[in-house]
């Protein structure tokens, strides 16, 4: 179910979504964390998959183009390697690309390797973002580098760069600005007013991405610290992600991004099929979007009046989505799989 875009009733602006370091996209409990549209993923160092794709990426590199037939097992190799991704995206990571904005996480080492033909690859596999680390001495350097090799467009870069919000913050950003089009920055208890601050009057078009994680904040203050960074935020200045949250801080923290004007305090939704095809509208609660989320780990079956509805629960153990209309319980059901 996607929020109804009202002003004068619901408003949305910067939302959360999940960066998965540790936990695995295709574990039963991490499956409902991409319908928010969009995920972050960090491929494992050993994972003999994504060493496959980077090899075959390096094999493909190491091909010139000096004549039609080395030309023809370029293009040969680069379609083995784009199935290969594509495969690894699907089937391995069970992410669908179509619905969901998948950001990769690459080492620089392994983009200069390929001379840039691993972030290519991972682009045509439906990839939205080639994210980038800065990583040890002279990473910023090297990871510069490797997006040059890339020669993409900078809107499809993203450069993870954990800079302080000191008085060369805005400076750092403008240095790298022409390369890539959003920097994302990890935001700690002792860093955010600091970095609210920057935000709220951050006017450059390179764009913003604040990383939350429970090691720098407590799990008590991450709504709070989530819905600080929203309204900071607004609509166009970036996101926020939230590494390896369960279901329902996922769930909370988006809720916590949310305003409504009504005096009951619900939200207008709109209750669509993964096409975007309109369902019904009802009034959601905030447990609601908290708890959609651990409900999706299965087909979820929604319950929906098209007429003045009102959300009153999820049966989490039944996956069970129930409204009330006229005071009487009534059903309607239409059967949905993010699978």
Same mark, same amino acid.
Not at 57 to 62: A, D, K, V
Not at 92 to 102: F, G, H, M, P
Not at 281 to 293: A, E, G, I, P, T
């Given at each position: 179910s996607?929020?109804?875009?009202?002003?004068?009733?619901?408003?949305?602006?910067?939302?959360?979504?999940?960066?998965?370091?540790?936990?695995?996209?295709?574990?039963?409990?991490?499956?409902?964390?991409?319908?928010?549209?969009?995920?972050?993923?960090?491929?494992?160092?050993?994972?003999?998959?994504?060493?496959?794709?980077?090899?075959?990426?390096?094999?493909?590199?190491?091909?010139?183009?000096?004549?039609?037939?080395n030309k023809q097992t370029r293009k040969k190799y680069m379609k083995q390697g784009v199935q290969?991704?594509?495969?690894?995206?699907?089937?391995?990571?069970?992410?669908?690309?179509?619905?969901?904005?998948?950001?990769i996480v690459l080492a620089a080492a392994n983009i200069m390797e390929s001379d840039g033909c691993l972030a290519c690859c991972f682009l045509d596999a439906g990839c939205q973002y080639i994210v980038v680390q800065v990583q040890g001495e002279d990473g910023l350097k090297r990871a510069l580098e490797a997006i040059e090799v890339s020669r993409l467009p900078r809107e499809r870069i993203v450069l993870d760069y954990q800079l302080l919000p000191d008085q060369q913050f805005a400076q750092k950003v403008t240095d790298v600005s022409s390369q890539v089009g959003t920097i994302c920055v990890k935001m700690s208890e002792g860093s955010c007013r600091d970095l609210l601050q920057k935000i709220s009057t951050w006017e450059?078009?390179?764009?913003?991405?604040?990383?939350?994680?429970?090691? &720098? !904040?407590?799990? #008590?203050?991450? %709504? =709070?610290?989530?819905?600080? +960074?929203?309204?900071?935020?607004?609509?166009?200045?970036?996101?926020?992600?939230?590494?390896?949250?369960?279901?329902?801080?996922?769930?909370?923290a988006y809720a916590a991004c949310m305003k409504t004007d009504r005096e009951d305090g619900l939200y207008? &939704? !709109?209750?669509? #099929?993964?096409? %975007? =095809?309109?369902?019904?509208? +009802?009034?959601?609660?905030?447990?609601?979007?908290?708890?959609?989320?651990?409900?999706?780990?299965?087909?979820?079956?929604?319950?929906?009046?098209?007429?003045?509805?009102?959300?009153?629960?999820?049966r989490i153990s039944t996956h069970i989505g129930i409204y009330r209309c006229c005071f009487a319980m009534w059903k309607r059901c239409i059967l949905f799989s993010l699978s």
């Open positions: 996607s929020p109804h875009n009202n002003s004068t009733e619901t408003t949305m602006v910067c939302l959360p979504y999940p960066t998965f370091l540790n936990s695995l996209t295709s574990s039963p409990d991490a499956l409902s964390l991409s319908a928010v549209g969009r995920a972050r993923i960090h491929p494992q160092a050993d994972d003999s998959s994504y060493q496959q794709i980077v090899s075959k990426c390096i094999q493909q590199s190491q091909v010139p183009e000096d004549t039609k037939e290969l991704a594509s495969d690894f995206l699907s089937l391995q990571l069970k992410l669908d690309v179509s619905i969901v904005d998948v950001e450059q078009k390179t764009k913003l991405v604040v990383e939350l994680a429970n090691d &720098t !904040v407590q799990s #008590t203050k991450l %709504n =709070e610290l989530v819905s600080s +960074v929203s309204k900071a935020m607004g609509e166009d200045k970036g996101a926020i992600t939230l590494v390896d949250p369960t279901a329902e801080q996922l769930g909370l207008t &939704t !709109v209750v669509c #099929t993964r096409s %975007n =095809e309109a369902l019904g509208l +009802v009034y959601s609660s905030k447990v609601c979007f908290h708890r959609l989320f651990l409900a999706l780990v299965s087909p979820l079956i929604i319950f929906f009046d098209l007429q003045y509805c009102e959300t009153i629960s999820l």
